[in-house]
């Protein structure tokens, strides 16, 4: 009966929109499927982002955006966290992300992309088959 | 670098006390998770430890600990004192997941390279989040912050004795937070050495202070007489009393002809908390190992049985197996 570590993972949204109606139902499936999830709020920068993943210790990250912003915004992200050298956590995305978007966003290093109308328990299942395990 | 995974407790020991924060936030996981690489990080960091002055924040959910929380480390932060930052939330006893929603108050902390913000779930682990707890503010403690703070809702005796745990415990109540007999019932005033009225902007806050007067009036004061405060922490007003305050109660702390002894109880506190949680994983673990336990449930389920009595023949089958083995 050793403690069996719950994943964590940080949802946060970069950028300047203001809804987080999409953040928030993802942050409650991943609780309910016993996950430990850190939630940012809106408005983060890629510095804020990248310093909460370092903090929290999270393995997973998932931004959810709404503006347009993606390939502007989830590169610096990367990098931000490549300096602080968390470079072992597992990074999805969701929110509003133009079909011909997705191969881009993935090459930059996120593993999955979520549209509208996922089903929540794909993005659960996604996680726990990717996550990093930790030592 | 997926080496960083696996960095063993004297190299993790060496970058935390060289600053790197990567290192002090795998070692929390390490310690909040009781492996035994967090284990031996804790034992080498625990002589650093007693540089920091600990505080613990406790109120009831909603009576704003987080924004007062962010308004006191930007506070310290002023004064030239690094931060370091436990939020405590609840694990859902369902799913034993967690929402961890703190840094929401405090996003502008987050850029802010002399405060370490860690959210941690209370994981409903056997009668060990305040050792666990602990354990992270002592990490923290050791990683060389000025100040580290713990943040708990004042609900159930696992999260009050986080706060305790800490030098100065910090009481946030509300106007029209209810009545006093609410505080009694928490037994919360007895823990706290300083109180606040928190929202302070809202009528009523003049009879919140009343009322708490009117509580440490009757209640069992040793050498220090808590003080009350008032405070709104999300404009900021009031703050710099409660750092104050927070001052002279570490400086009594220390002074205190009883320092030494409060100490000794802590520690013994904590070691038998410790000791007891463990006893209780082992025991449990033998139970469930052997087939001892399904009996006695059979029993109990079809009332052959009482529950105490099976209990205790599970203990003493448990006895056996540790005798067997030795």
Known sequence: MTNERPIRVLIAKPGLDGHDRGAKVVARALRDAGMEVIYTGIRQTPQMIAEAALQEDAQVVGLSILSGAHLELFPRVVEELRQRGVDDVLLFAGGIIPKEDITKVQEIGFQGVFGPGTNTNDIIEFVKSHAPVRA | ?326
């Open chain 2, 1 to 326: 670098m997926a080496q960083q995974t696996a960095l063993s407790a004297p190299e993790l020991v060496d970058r935390i006390v060289a600053g790197e924060r990567r290192a002090l936030a795998r070692a929390i996981s390490l310690v909040e998770a009781d492996t035994p690489t967090g284990r031996e990080v804790q034992a080498a960091l625990y002589p650093r430890t007693g540089h920091a002055q600990t505080i613990g924040i406790t109120g009831s959910a909603g009576a704003g600990k987080s924004t007062l929380v962010g308004a006191l480390a930007r506070e310290e932060r002023k004064r030239g004192r690094t931060v370091g930052i436990v939020a405590v939330d609840p694990s859902s006893p369902f799913s034993h997941g967690a929402i961890l929603g703190d840094r929401i108050r405090m996003q502008d902390l987050t850029s802010d390279g002399g405060v370490f913000l860690r959210s941690m779930a209370s994981r409903g682990n056997l009668g060990g989040l305040s050792e666990t707890a602990t354990g992270v503010i002592d990490v923290m403690d050791a990683a060389g912050f000025d100040v580290v703070i713990v943040e708990t809702v004042g609900a159930g005796q696992d999260e009050v004795e986080v706060a305790t745990a800490a030098g100065t415990t910090v009481l946030i109540t509300n106007p029209g937070g209810g009545d006093e007999i609410q505080s009694m019932k928490a037994g919360l005033m007895e823990v706290a050495q300083i109180l606040v009225v928190n929202k302070a902007d809202l009528a009523g806050s003049d009879t919140a202070v009343t009322q708490l007067k009117a509580l440490l009036a009757i209640a069992d004061l040793g050498a220090w007489t808590p003080p009350i405060l008032k405070a709104t922490a999300k404009t900021g007003e009031g703050i710099p009393e409660l750092v104050d305050a927070i001052d002279r109660h570490q400086e009594h702390l220390h002074s205190s002809e009883h320092a030494e002894d409060e100490r000794r109880a802590l520690s013994r506190k904590q070691i038998v908390a410790l000791a007891r949680a463990s006893l209780h994983r082992q025991a449990l673990e033998v139970a469930h190992g052997s087939g001892a336990l399904d009996d006695l449930v059979s029993a109990v389920a079809a009332r052959r049985r009482d529950p105490r009595s099976a209990a205790e023949s599970l203990l003493e089958a448990v006895k056996r197996e540790w005798a067997a083995s030795e």
